[in-house]
């Protein structure tokens, strides 16, 4: 007979642990990650769903006898207390959870401790009231120590696997497929908990490896006769306009549509972007299409037209990869091709990727003069690296291919006075105050390199794709843009809207000018930039098409599944209707959910089998 009384007083101090961090996690879901629910049965999931790993978790120290078993208890909680800490200081920068990749990425740790302190806040020590309470019960001797029972650390490994099929069933009615459609790790966290998210994240990212291993030839046949659908044929007049010129590819740090031909305090945000798009082609509905990679799923999607990875930054998995990617096909042409970018050359792991990509050159930190005074936030001002990129430029024999990444508008957006150009935004946001005058400084500083183009004489003989990377602000500031923008709140569709980033293709001398609202992405820039070099991209593994095709259809997909069409935007399982973002019927989205899921499925499918290598 087990005896109650005795398992009680046994495992009141892991009871105690128990409670204390689930009570906890449910806590920062609430207070840290602002986790929204819409109904109470939603409400409970969440309470309930750290449980399970909690109790499995510090079951382990039940595995100890003694004084250890009940050190274990605050080992296992200081744990579970660190990974939430981790996870709750990268979402205030990126509003997502870590996955196992990102934690890997341990080049842009050392870079982003700048951000990272910016990130933590004093308040976050109450994060560790708990241990501090266990701990002194412990030091104070108020604690019983009793032998290890094998039986009972098993049953309560037991426990903790009934407890989470529990969970599940429970979440199951909330939401189907929860652990097979994995795009959205908010819905992963808000139904099984954050620490169990992290287990499956685990065999997520081991099955992808696995993936490679087993994939054959075969598996590119559907991909190619899918492509065969996708492709668009070139616009006639545009094909090969850029024939032997330099190409010019600005990519624009955290830079988001909304700015663009809008004031502050009467003041232009970007003064100069709306005087060079009154002389381009200037598409308004150009969606980022990135996920955790940021400005290096960018480059991606640039120079593959395939999606970067749902988790971690594909720069980092799959740097080993075959590709087709730009540069390499811009060198068969006679191009000479680089990347100027005042950063560690190890940053997002550019220096191996640069290789895999096909770039002659990656310019990193060590091409430019940096020190203090002409540095500020993430390193040098973007005045002073086009102002010395121009040499660099001049250095390179013709015709190249040269993509500039700016810096000075990164979080934490910070500017010296001199700097400042216009006010900053007055709202709860530090974050989206300091924007705009760093916005307003990286227009400047393109400006000033349009103006040093054109000084040289390096002008006319190049052309200009201007592009956002992906946005600047995060939904954690949805009150504040609310403001700004003049809404009530931010709606999940708004929230899509805002994922638009400006692109601009400037021809110098070509007489057309136009603004063209054609949905469209990122992943759309390389088979534009083919065709406007005269080169066919027909045979190109790609998933985006030329913007200029007149064949071309209005649709961007988002990384998450997300996607938008020329009437709908499709989120969260919600279909809105454009432009007021009413609800409407999931029939009217339908037809284009699949081919949302192919785009993001087959283009997976390349990176993770490495299929490029057969093709
Ligand atoms: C770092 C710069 C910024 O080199 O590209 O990266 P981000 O944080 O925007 O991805
Ligand atoms: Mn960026």
């Known amino acids: 007979m087990v005896n109650i009384k005795s398992v009680k007083s046994r495992l009141q101090f892991w009871g105690l642990g128990v409670l204390l961090l689930t009570l906890k996690i449910y806590i920062i879901y609430k207070v840290g990650f602002k986790i929204p629910t819409d109904n109470f049965l939603q409400e409970f999931i969440l309470m309930i769903n750290p449980i399970s790993s909690v109790v499995l978790l510090l079951g382990l120290s039940l595995f100890f006898s003694g004084k250890t078993r009940n050190i274990m208890v605050i080992v296992m909680s200081a744990v579970a207390t660190i990974i939430l800490y981790f996870n709750l200081v990268y979402y205030r920068f990126f509003s997502d959870f870590i996955t196992l990749p990102v934690l890997f990425q341990t080049n842009n740790a050392k870079d982003l401790s700048s951000s990272v302190l910016e990130l933590m806040a004093f308040r976050d020590l109450f994060l560790f009231v708990d241990l501090l309470l266990l701990t002194i019960l412990l030091v104070k001797d108020k604690i019983p120590t009793v032998k290890k029972q094998k039986v009972e650390a098993f049953a309560i490994v037991a426990l ?211 020190n203090e005074e002409n540095s500020i936030g993430w390193g040098l001002k973007d005045k002073d690296f086009f102002e010395q990129s121009i040499d660099l430029l001049k250095s390179q024999p013709e015709p190249y291919f040269t993509k500039f990444i700016t810096l000075t508008n990164h979080f934490p957006f910070e500017l010296g006075e001199e700097d400042r150009l216009i006010n900053e935004f007055d709202s709860n946001s530090g974050t989206l105050n300091r924007y705009f005058p760093t916005v307003r400084y990286m227009d400047y500083a393109v400006e000033h390199f349009f103006d040093r183009m054109k000084e040289e004489g390096m002008y006319e003989d190049s052309i200009f794709i201007l592009y956002g990377d992906h946005y600047g602000i995060s939904q954690n500031h949805n009150r504040a843009m609310s403001m700004f923008l003049g809404k009530e709140e931010i709606t999940d569709f708004d929230t899509i809207q805002l994922q638009r980033v400006p692109m601009i293709v400037h021809i110098p001398g070509h007489k057309k000018q136009e603004t063209m609202d054609t949905v469209s992405g990122q992943i759309d820039l390389k088979p534009t930039i083919m065709h406007l070099l005269g080169i066919d991209s027909k045979y190109d593994i790609q998933f985006g098409s030329d913007l200029f095709s007149p064949e071309r259809d209005s649709f961007a997909v988002l990384r998450d599944g997300s996607f938008i069409t020329d009437k709908y935007v499709y989120t969260k399982g919600v279909c809105y209707r454009k432009p007021y973002g009413w609800e409407t019927s999931t029939a009217n989205c339908e037809p284009y959910i699949e081919k949302a899921q192919q785009d993001l499925g087959f283009s997976d499918r390349i990176i993770y089998g490495d299929l490029l290598r057969f093709y």
């Open 160 to 370: 903790a696997f009934l407890l989470f099929f529990v969970n599940l069933q429970i979440a199951h009615k909330e939401r189907t497929e929860l652990l097979t459609r994995s795009f959205d790790r908010e819905l992963l966290v808000k139904n099984i908990g954050i620490l169990n998210y992290h287990v499956y994240d685990a065999f997520i990212q081991s099955q992808s490896k696995t993936q490679r291993v087993f994939a054959n030839g075969s598996d590119m046949e559907e991909i190619i006769e899918y492509r065969d659908e996708l492709y668009k044929e070139p616009n006639e007049d545009l094909f090969g306009i850029a024939k032997d010129k330099n190409i010019i590819v600005l990519s624009l740090e955290s830079i988001q549509g909304f700015v663009i031909n809008e004031t502050l305090d009467g003041e232009e945000i970007t003064p100069f972007l709306n005087e060079l798009i009154k002389e381009s082609y200037y598409f308004d509905n150009f969606y980022h299409q990135t996920a955790q990679g940021k400005t290096s799923d960018s480059e991606f999607l640039l120079a593959n037209s395939l999606f970067g990875r749902n988790s971690g930054s594909v720069f980092f998995t799959h740097s080993g990869n075959s590709y087709n990617a730009l540069p390499e096909i811009l060198t068969k042409d006679g191009y000479y091709t680089s990347v100027m970018h005042a950063n560690n050359k190890s940053f997002w792991n550019r220096d191996v990727m640069y290789q895999s990509l096909g770039y002659d050159t990656y310019f990193d930190i060590n091409s430019y003069e940096v």
